[in-house]
């Protein structure tokens, strides 16, 4: 069955960097764009990013443009997100999006 397992969420000053890691199984990852969301407390899911199924293809969210890098390894059946710059506003529970399926998140908290 599908499974998608992030990692890499933590807590971090405001201006730090963190690396998420959505690892995928039980499907073909390199078929299929992949994206990650964040949603804070009290608020909606929103889109950060999206990487199409080759890599060669990325959008982000306005909030994120510069500071963020979506990546994926085929290869290994990973996705990344390359966040930097981080600020209090980027504090929420990321989810990694493909094929369908949701992993369970991993909690971001920025300190100011």
């Known amino acids: 069955q599908v499974q998608l397992v992030e990692s890499g969420g933590g807590l971090v000053q405001s201006g730090g960097s963190l690396r998420l890691s959505c690892a995928a199984s039980?499907?073909?990852?390199?078929?299929?764009?992949m994206s990650w969301y964040r949603q804070a407390p009290g608020k909606e899911r929103d889109m950060v990013a999206r990487?199409?199924?080759?890599?060669?293809?990325?959008i982000y969210a306005d909030s994120v443009k510069g500071r963020f890098t979506i990546s994926r390894d085929n290869a290994n059946n990973r996705g990344y997100l390359q966040m930097n710059s981080l600020k209090p506003e980027d504090t929420a529970v990321y989810y990694c999006?493909?094929?369908?399926?949701w992993g369970q998140g991993t909690q971001v908290t920025v300190s100011a």
């Open positions: 999006n493909t094929a369908a399926s």
């Open positions: 990487i199409s199924s080759s890599g060669g293809s990325t």
């Open positions: 039980g499907f073909t990852f390199r078929n299929f764009a």
